[in-house]
């Protein structure tokens, strides 16, 4: 507790100063790949947790445990991959798009805003809408990007069990 | 070379390490006494007045590498190449928890 104090005393005192601790020097490094991958995830997740059947409407205990281990385990990567997609999109919107881009594509901020809701309501309910909604928005944010490094892009099938598209560069 | 300084961590290359927003208390005293060593978190002087908090992770004689913790997401030796311990300005000796505003 005293230490405790102490070191709010220590910090309080002392002026702050950046550390940068970031690759935005800048480096120039950025993708919107992550992002749809993380939102991919989500529509998978959901997609398992609805496909979760139980043997009949009152399941023995033991298949009731399988079944709720099965859904937290879904909900918890679901959950982490919403979380993930607002983290990638916000050093997107926050450190690579810069204000000319907006001005090029005054659409982005709405988009940006609701990626955030789509990711919150995705995590908040097991819904297959919301979570295919949060993929597309978040590809239309990939094809900006893009068509801000001058980049053709192209929205093709993905690879992932997911079913659905994924925008990559040309 | 710093005495005792307090920083306020901006960007994402030390996660899960250090947070953004999260505030760290460094000094160079602990390297007066001894070399810095592979796991120290340190602050490095990258251009004039801009400093970089990473991680030591190689250490070749009087040169060392550093890098974030998180990799992905990491402006560092990978690209800057290996510094020296003039280079160094301090040593992480305390974080705060995370995102306390001390301010």
Known sequence: ?170 | MLLLSRFIISGHSMEPTLQQGQNVLVSYIPYLFVKPKIDDMVLIRHEENRFLIKRITKIDGEKYFVGGDNKKDSMDSRRFGWILKKDIAGKVILKAQALVSYV
């Open chain 1, 1 to 170: 507790m005293i230490r405790q104090k102490l070191l709010t005393v220590i910090f309080k005192i002392l002026p702050t100063n950046v550390a940068y601790a970031h690759c935005d020097i800048p480096c120039g490094i950025y993708d919107p790949h992550l992002a749809q991958m993380a939102a991919h995830t989500v529509i998978r997740m959901t997609s398992l947790i609805n496909d979760l059947k139980a043997s009949s409407s009152e399941p023995l205990f033991d298949e009731r445990k399988k079944i709720i281990s099965q859904i937290s385990r879904l909900t918890k990567v679901k959950d982490e991959h919403a979380e993930l997609v607002k983290h990638e999109v916000r050093i997107l919107w926050g450190d690579y798009f810069k204000e000319e881009h907006l001005k090029q594509y005054p659409e982005l901020n709405d988009l940006v805003f609701r990626t955030m809701k789509l990711a919150s309501k995705a995590r908040q309910e097991v819904n297959i809408e919301a979570a295919n909604e949060l993929l597309d928005t978040v590809q239309e944010i990939a094809q900006i990007f893009w068509k801000t490094k001058n980049i053709k892009s192209a929205k093709i099938k993905s690879p992932y069990p997911s079913g659905a598209t994924i925008v990559v560069p040309k």
